[in-house]
């Protein structure tokens, strides 16, 4: 479980997969990886979504996993299917045990101080901020750690290429990329998607320079 916080910490953007089938699923997350993203999140909305995950699983160069568990069924599944982390938008103390007691990094979607606690409390490894945007975005996270500063975060819903600095300069672990990132229709966007993931990576690096 270490290690995997670790690599999260140290690589800190997740690409998350939204898609309307495997085939493009594989496309987009392949786009992410030659753009040099090492964290990618497969959303369970859509059908076959473990079977992306199992074929990207086999790779040595990335660490993939399940998002938008909903259920413990879904998180099963997952886990069968390869799946190192679990990304929930809610808090769920069933999911959270089952994660824990499989050495699965977890994921809990939270808003409210009392959430964000709650969460923490039932032993998450990271507590989703979830809609960001809706609650004032990087400014938001910045109260939060000047009041809980033990609590790792990690940030979604409004993080964009754009702004998604701000969020860990603010004292997020991690943020995940989706809109601002992938580009739907034909296979020559996968090329835009690459370039998109290699300006998050340049980002980075400079953020870590300074």
């Given at each position: 479980m270490k290690s995997i916080m670790?690599?999260?910490?140290?690589n800190k953007v997740f690409g998350v997969i939204r898609a309307e089938d495997t085939e493009n699923a594989f496309r987009l997350a392949e786009a992410c990886i030659e753009g040099g993203l090492k964290l990618v999140e497969?959303?369970?909305?859509?059908?076959?979504?473990?079977?992306?995950?199992?074929?990207?699983?086999k790779r040595s160069d990335i660490i993939v996993g399940a998002g938008t568990i909903l259920s413990i069924?879904?998180?099963?599944?997952?886990?069968?299917?390869g799946a190192r982390f679990?990304?929930?938008?809610h808090t769920d103390k069933e999911i959270i045990s089952y994660a824990r007691s499989n050495e699965l990094l977890i994921a809990s979607g939270a808003l409210t101080s009392s959430e964000i606690l709650n969460a923490w409390n039932l032993g998450v490894d990271l507590v989703k901020i979830f809609p960001v945007k809706a609650v004032g975005g990087?400014?938001?996270?910045?109260?939060?750690?000047?009041?809980?500063?033990?609590?790792?975060?990690?940030?979604?819903g409004g993080v964009t290429i754009d702004n998604f600095t701000e969020f860990l300069k603010a004292g997020a672990a991690a943020v995940g990329l989706s809109s601002s990132l992938?580009?739907?229709?034909?296979?020559?966007?996968?090329?835009?998607?690459?370039?998109?993931?290699?300006?998050v990576?340049?980002?980075?690096?400079?953020l870590e320079e300074k």
């Open positions: 670790d690599y999260v910490k140290k497969i959303t369970f909305t859509f059908p076959g979504a473990q079977l992306v995950i199992q074929e990207l699983s069924d879904m998180a099963k599944t997952a886990a069968a299917s679990i990304i929930s938008p990087a400014s938001y996270i910045k109260a939060i750690k000047e009041t809980l500063p033990f609590i790792e975060i990690m940030t979604t992938m580009v739907s229709g034909s296979l020559t966007d996968s090329k835009i998607i690459s370039q998109r993931a290699k300006m990576i340049q980002k980075l690096s400079e």
